[in-house]
């Protein structure tokens, strides 16, 4: 098919991929403006758009995608559909009734579960032992519109945000050449969403990623995973942010307060949580490396059963 383009980070990039390999004719591709990244604040373009320039496809980045000479590109582009994976703005009337076969959208999640930005962190933080990805037709509402096709995948134990993301967008593109085809022949009855099922995966905020030692072990590991890669789930020691990588829950009976380092165990550093204790494996103090914990502590000899972390 003749197709748009929208979306903005590397979770879009399997799809581009899989669409060129599938045979399908992109026409435009349509990103995000450039953002200040770094502590330079430096313009970056997105992913996609990188991706499009490297591969010779015209790109655009539309401040307001009700800009009339915007509209008019894309009318003059012709696409039989307009394919969005994680663009990150909701499409206006304008756009989404502008093609024939309509918007199409992959979502990584089960939708009505983790509508909005951020679903796989939430799936992650929630301890989901299940997700996948959605292709939906979109309409005017925040990932409301009719299911097309779903995928799920298991959720590993020890799986963190990065591996589930690449797992997720290799997923998704292959759900999403599947729709199209399917699509195109008129082989798919959209089935719309139970949204008394609805859940929400809103942005996490930079307070969303400081640890509160008094939750449950559980919990504390599963947020843990959610932010590794990036931004890290963050305590503090001494004054400064001390960033935990990778952890796991202990359960049975600890004493001390949450937050207080219980022992300093061959594998990782004990803490104490609400219930139960964390056993921290990697770690990476504010200006150092990321590193085991036992080569953290070999550096810094001071921590010691006793400390009392996120104080």
């Not at 990623?209 to 939750?215: A, F, L, M, T, V």
């Not at 932010?227 to 990588?245: E, H, N, S």
Request: charged letters at 25%; hydrophobic letters at 40%.
């Amino acid at each position: 098919m003749r197709l748009v383009f929208m979306g903005t980070p590397d979770f879009a990039i399997p799809s581009l991929e899989a669409l060129i390999r599938a045979g399908h004719k992109l026409v435009l591709v349509v990103t995000q403006p450039d953002r200040p990244k770094g502590r330079g604040g430096k313009l970056t373009p997105p992913p996609v758009k990188e991706w499009a320039l490297r591969h010779g496809f015209p790109c655009l980045q539309p401040t307001r995608l009700k800009d009339p000479a915007f509209l008019a590109t894309l009318r003059e582009a012709k696409p039989e559909a307009i394919v969005v994976v994680a663009y990150g703005k909701i499409l206006p009337p304008e756009v989404l009734n502008l093609s024939p076969r309509g918007c199409i959208n992959l979502h990584a999640s089960l939708l009505p579960k983790y509508r909005g930005a951020a679903p796989i962190q939430h799936a992650l933080i929630a301890g989901e032992r299940e997700t996948g990805v959605t292709t939906m037709l979109m309409d005017e509402g925040m990932d409301t519109g009719d299911i097309l096709l779903q995928e799920s995948l298991v959720v590993g134990e020890e799986e963190n945000f990065g591996s589930l993301h690449d797992r997720l967008a290799q997923l998704g593109a292959e759900l999403l050449c599947r729709t199209l085809s399917l699509w195109e022949e008129g082989k798919i009855k959209p089935q719309p969403q139970d949204h008394s099922q609805a859940t929400y995966a809103p942005p996490l905020r930079s307070e969303d990623e400081i640890i509160r030692w008094e939750e449950p072990a559980e919990k504390i590991k599963n947020l843990v995973r959610a932010l590794d890669p990036v931004p890290g789930a963050r305590t503090f020691w001494q004054g400064k942010v001390l960033k935990i990588w990778r952890a796991r829950a202990l359960t049975g009976p600890f004493g001390g307060v949450p937050g207080e380092v219980l022992a300093l165990d061959p594998e990782g550093i004990v803490v104490r949580a609400g219930r139960g204790a964390l056993l921290v494996l990697e770690l990476q103090l504010a200006g150092g490396k990321r590193l085991k914990a036992s080569e953290f502590l070999r550096g810094h000899p001071n921590l010691q059963p006793g400390t009392v972390l996120g104080s």
